[in-house]
């Protein structure tokens, strides 16, 4: 069951972190947090002059949104649709990048790399006083990124 997220330009003009709040909060107060993994998608509904060229997550003010919920909710990419390509799209509004017609969105490599450590560090602590497993959770996510992360790395947190 996919739970899709609305927001609009009013809640995204207004930093209005409410329409994501009640569905995450009822996630949590529910305790169904391992039936919504990988279960959440955004819908948004911005509008924009008409020949607008930039991508979504190009525009300063839905980066702005996604900045704030991901300082609430930093472990937000557990609950995100990653085969839908919500997690990628949720890096892209947290990290440097550019959009290239041949081979797509690219990230600035140091960024991404800082990005990634951070939510493996929050992820690892959070899931772990969820009591749920997260090697095996962490290591896919950073392989949607591109990185292979080596069972050493692990034993060392």
């Not at 998608?41 to 020949?51: P, S, T």
């Not at 190009?58 to 991901?70: C, Q, V």
């Not at 772990?128 to 692990?154: C, E, H, N, V």
């Amino acid at each position: 069951m996919t739970i899709t997220i609305t927001i609009n330009n009013n809640s995204i003009d207004k930093l209005d972190l409410s329409p994501a709040v009640t569905v995450i909060d009822k996630i949590l107060e529910s305790g169904e947090i391992l039936p919504s993994e990988q279960k959440i998608n955004f819908e948004i509904n911005y509008l924009r002059e008409e020949g607008d060229p930039r991508e979504i997550s190009e525009i300063p003010e839905i980066r702005l949104w996604f900045i704030r919920l991901d300082s609430k909710y930093p472990w937000l990419a557990f609950f995100l649709d990653w085969k839908a390509g919500e997690f990628a799209r949720y890096t892209a509004m947290l990290v440097p990048h550019q959009f290239s017609g041949k081979e797509g969105i690219q990230y600035n490599p140091e960024a991404l790399e800082i990005f990634l450590m951070h939510k493996l560090f929050i992820l690892k602590d959070w899931l772990d006083t969820q009591k749920i497993p997260s090697i095996s959770r962490i290591k896919s996510m950073a392989q949607l990124l591109g990185y292979d992360l080596d069972d050493g790395f692990f034993e060392i947190l």
